[in-house]
């Protein structure tokens, strides 16, 4: 069973940046796709972003693509999500997921899940 905690959400302002983290336990990170996810209020949750195990594969949904970078350091078992030129429809709980084998937009399809951080971006 693995376990994911996030922190780094907050407040900021439209323009600036925030770096997520999601620290793993419980389980064989290295061997994870690990994602982020997001939901806004009344909205679907969203895939943002996903990086393979090895780091070698990574996916953006368009309208993040040059402002958000995930990575991940298989030694701490930690994955992130540096954040930068937010703006106000970024706006949602983050939640990091992770499953074996491809990512997938669907989250129905990852096992594993942080309890979220709030990201909230002022205009």
């Known amino acids: 069973q693995v376990q994911l905690v996030e922190s780094g959400g907050g407040l900021v302002q439209a323009g600036g940046s925030l770096r997520l983290s999601c620290a793993a336990s419980g389980g064989t990170f290295s061997t994870y796709t690990m994602a982020w996810f997001r939901q806004a209020p009344g909205k679907q949750r969203e895939l943002v972003a996903s990086i393979s195990w090895s780091g070698g594969d990574t996916y953006y949904t368009d309208s993040v693509k040059g402002r958000f970078t995930v990575s991940r350091d298989n030694v701490k078992s930690t994955v992130y999500l540096q954040m930068s030129s937010l703006q106000p429809e970024d706006t949602a709980v983050y939640y990091c997921?992770?499953?074996?084998?491809?990512?997938?937009?669907?989250?129905?399809?990852?096992?594993?899940w942080g309890q979220g951080t709030q990201v909230t971006v002022s205009s």
């Open positions: 997921a992770a499953r074996s084998g491809y990512a997938y937009t669907n989250y129905a399809l990852y096992p594993y």
